[in-house]
């Protein structure tokens, strides 16, 4: 337990035990906070065990190893993230996060007397790098002098995709979806005021025409005169699809969502 107080470190001796793991262990009170800055106290070190059904021969291959690896490491985040989810409900604690991966030091298969020691599988660390290229640098400055409007889109993709890395799909699906009717509405709204609509016939055309369904379908096609069903029909028939549902069936199917960057319109 962590208690907002002094802090007070014990260091370890060395040699250190070997069952201690390749890292000094310190010891003290309030160790934790001192590697916790925000305030948000996560987890030191987690022990699991899994049933596996991996053969000897799998292991010791490359990509049967790497395989497994990979896939212990998916079910051990996916545990983890359970376990942080069922603790925000019921404390009620919006602070905590889900985790996007996990620092992993020791792999061990027990059936086999086989491990992997040492190393941080799938674990990366990402910052925001200073030393960027010349044209980046410049675009930077540009935009901060200029005061120039960031597009909402190009945002809520950014959050789509972080919530991707964070295992938070759902969130990730409404902020790519949302941008989608963003990007949306703003390829319409020029487009009309380039072909002369006066300002009350756009609003009362795309309040007409508000599902997203429809702007694709119709109002897309009708001003910029292509579609793309004819341009690109590999495209459409990935993303866009007849759902057949059987008559007796009380099944009600669900709405597909198209998720692509609306510039390939």
Known sequence: MLYHNNTSIK??????????????????????????KAGLYRYSLVWMFFDTAYTRETLTS????????SEMIARAVAALN???????????SAHIQRLSGVHVR???????????????FGHGIGTAIMNRSG???????????????IPPWDLLFLDAEASLESNAFTL???NVFQALELRLEDFLEKKMTAQGFAVADIE????????????????????????????????WDRFCW??????TSSFTPPVIWTTTRPNVL
């Open 82 to 92: 359970r376990f942080v989810d069922i603790y925000r409900v019921v404390t009620d």
């Open 106 to 120: 020791d792999m061990f298969f027990q059936e086999h007397n086989i491990g992997f020691h040492g190393a941080a």
């Open 62 to 69: 490359e990509v049967g190893g790497q395989s497994a690896r």
């Open 135 to 149: 044209a980046e640098l410049n675009e930077i400055a540009s935009k901060a002098a200029t005061g120039e409007e």
């Open 204 to 235: 009362e055309r795309l309040g007409r025409t508000w599902r997203t369904k429809e702007r694709l379908k119709d109002l897309v096609p009708s001003l910029s005169g292509r579609r793309v069903i004819d341009d690109d029909p590999k495209l």
């Open 242 to 247: 007849p759902t057949t549902i059987s008559a």
């Open 172 to 174: 990730a699906v409404v």
């Open 11 to 36: 260091t370890p001796n060395f040699p250190t035990e070997p069952n201690l793991g390749p890292e000094p262990i310190c010891t003290g009170t309030n160790v934790e906070a001192l590697k916790d």
